[in-house]
């Protein structure tokens, strides 16, 4: 059965640090390039960051760079996003995503709010 568990979503002041976790199981993880969106009410989900199956690669939004980073431990079937300088505009609520050629797993989500 595959899983996806987002954590560490949490209510943070502006100028703050976060790190979100996305634990996966249920599939060969390491073989499976990674994905971080966001989502607030009324709109579509945001492309946030991405890091290859090795880990070599990373991409990162623009609304992002600079304050978000993204890794992964394939020993321990998790993937982080370390969110830095957080804004209001950050708060969404987190979402993890597997991908291998047109397979697509996704996590239940973890909600992260920025307010003062």
């Known amino acids: 059965q595959v899983q996806l568990v987002e954590s560490g979503g949490n209510l943070v002041q502006p100028g703050g640090s976060l790190r979100l976790s996305c634990a996966a199981s249920?599939?060969?993880?390491?073989?499976?390039?990674m994905y971080w969106y966001r989502q607030v009410p009324g709109k579509e989900r945001e492309f946030v960051a991405f890091?290859?199956?090795?880990?070599?690669?990373?991409n990162i939004a623009d609304s992002v760079k600079g304050r978000f980073t993204i890794s992964r431990d394939n020993a321990k079937n998790t993937v982080y996003l370390q969110m830095n300088s957080v804004k209001p505009e950050d708060t969404a609520v987190y979402y993890c995503?597997?991908?291998?050629?047109?397979?697509?797993?996704w996590g239940q989500g973890t909600q992260v709010t920025v307010s003062s």
């Open positions: 995503m597997a991908r291998r050629n047109s397979e697509n797993y």
């Open positions: 249920g599939f060969f993880f390491s073989s499976y390039a």
């Open positions: 890091i290859s199956s090795t880990g070599g690669r990373t």
